[in-house]
């Protein structure tokens, strides 16, 4: 069971979230709350994945994001946002959130993400990060030049980033690519290096913004 938290101030959000988690089969949700409480509910509930609001009142998403990832083993944090372009979400992503989610996702589409985020894959709506990279990129960690970086990257590594991109933790990509986990764990750390970039979540930022290529 992947065991989750979920982070907003309106009481009809968290429990429309919750009941579209657990119907997963596979999902428990361990915690639905407010900001003001998000903190102590993760440290209580130790959830490998946090849905967490990026905008509400007295202590916002932001806030929350920071004091989690300052945690020596901290979960997987995806942000909850009505705005494709929102500027608090390039903010997160620089942070270290692990992707951000539209509240009008499909719910089949929020179950597979909250399975990608516990097994160290990234969520990200194509059309939504593209559209963050094109109107925030400086703020959400990725500059011009980074992207035209990206043709430093061998014809290898241009797979495994589309395949990151895709959403795809180390052991899928690994799979796809009939490549052992180590050797995917010393491609990744490659492009990261390559790029300039902190995380996994700027560089599929990077590859939504200038597609690259992706295994079949």
Do not use: W, Y
Request: glycine residues 10%; hydrophobic residues 45%.
């Amino acid at each position: 069971m992947v065991r989750v938290v979920v982070v907003d101030d309106e009481a009809l959000v968290r429990s429309g979230l919750t009941m579209i988690l657990q119907a997963g089969g596979d999902v428990e949700v361990v915690g639905a709350c407010t900001g003001t409480e998000a903190v102590d509910l993760v440290d209580r509930q130790a959830p490998e994945v946090v849905l967490l609001d990026i905008r509400m009142p007295q202590v916002d998403g932001l806030s929350v994001l920071a004091a989690l990832l300052c945690r020596p083993s901290h979960p997987a944090v995806a942000m909850l946002t009505t705005f494709d372009g929102d500027q608090h979400v390039a903010q997160a992503m620089r942070a270290g959130a692990a992707g951000f989610l539209l509240k009008d996702t499909d719910p089949r589409q929020l179950v597979q993400a909250v399975r990608t985020l516990a097994a160290g894959g990234v969520v990200l709506s194509p059309r939504a990060a593209r559209q963050l990279v094109a109107e925030h990129g400086e703020a959400s960690g990725v500059s011009g030049e980074q992207i035209g970086r990206l043709t430093s990257l061998t014809a290898r590594e241009r797979q495994v980033l589309g395949l990151l991109a895709g959403g795809l933790p180390n052991a899928e990509i690994g799979v796809r690519l009939d490549l052992g986990v180590g050797t995917v764990k010393d491609h990744v750390s490659s492009i990261l290096a390559k790029l300039g970039v902190r995380s996994r979540t700027q560089a599929a930022l990077l590859a939504h913004r200038t597609p690259v290529e992706e295994a079949t």
